[in-house]
């Protein structure tokens, strides 16, 4: 959003934001728990068969194209939906002489960062997968267990770890994933503009919100090539992958971009698609 004034054209920005994301991560998340459960069946049936540790882990590494096009396309959605919203805001709301120069240009920074942030994440849930396997093997093996209690096991860690089953793994991966993608999207729209611009934390103001990033809230807005210091790490941006989990993790918080330009009103609806920024 551009020039957001007062606390409550915050808070509701911030609402609207986070009601927008909720339908992005839902799909993400049953894509992600469908995709889990996949390789938990393949990964117990190959053990079952062939009780080769190694033999499961090629497989589940086969899962990893899979969760590339996942993450990939999640970022392509949220992307455009907030980043362009953030364009038509420029576009419409402030006069901008934006081209469609300035819209392939975004989208080009936007694809090499999606490309990049998606190969991480990953090697991140892949290794996550294969930890619990190994954890699953070593503990039924322990218990006497022959290869189809190990494979019982095997499917039992991947669909729960624990108390976080992989509902609730996934609904993390969905949420911390499409937040980054609405934040960077507008970040970088926010960068591509000719003229000078400060970015100003916004936070929710609840028990869930860090305090730090409570704090980031209430104070000042910083240049657009500081970064937000928080109390483990500093950020560009919410959901800033960049930064540490235990900063990222379940963050709603986003950022009220401002201009000395003034703006002809505030647009505060999102875009029913990219295909209108320039109508």
């Known amino acids: 959003m551009i020039n957001l004034q007062g606390e409550k054209a915050k808070t509701r920005y ?12 839902r799909q993400m998340e049953q894509r992600g728990v469908k995709l889990l459960d996949s390789q938990a069946r393949m990964a117990a049936q190959i053990y079952r068969t062939t009780g080769s540790q190694d033999e499961v882990m090629v497989a589940v590494e086969r899962g990893s194209v899979k969760w590339e096009d996942l993450i990939q396309k999640q970022h392509l959605r949220v992307g455009e939906y907030f980043g362009g919203k953030m364009l038509r805001d420029m576009k419409h709301g402030m006069d901008l002489p934006l081209e469609l120069k300035d819209i392939d240009r975004w989208r080009l920074i936007m694809r090499n960062f999606i490309q990049v942030h998606a190969a991480k994440q990953v090697v991140n ?45 996934c609904r993390l991966i969905a949420r911390t994933e499409s937040h980054t993608a609405a934040n960077h999207s507008t970040n970088v729209a926010a960068k591509i503009v000719p003229f000078h611009m400060l970015k100003d934390w916004i936070s929710a103001e609840d028990e869930r919100t860090r305090p730090s990033h409570f704090n980031l809230g209430a104070a000042a807005p910083i240049e657009m090539d500081e970064r937000f210091a928080a ?3 500093d950020l560009e941006y919410p ?3 960049t930064a540490l989990v235990e900063e990222i993790a379940n963050c709603r918080c986003t950022v009220n971009y401002i201009t000395d330009a003034t703006p002809k009103k505030a647009i505060i609806l999102m875009p029913e698609a990219i295909s209108t920024l320039f109508e």
């Open 14 to 25: 911030l609402a609207q934001t986070i009601r927008a994301s909720l339908v992005f991560e």
């Open 125 to 169: 849930i892949q290794n996550t997968t294969k930890g619990l396997i190994r954890r699953a093997i070593r503990a039924a093996a322990d218990s006497g267990l022959g290869n189809y209690g190990i494979a019982k096991e095997i499917y039992g860690k991947i669909s729960g770890i624990g108390k976080l089953t992989a509902k609730v793994r």
């Open 231 to 233: 109390d483990r790490c």
């Open 239 to 241: 959901g800033d992958p």
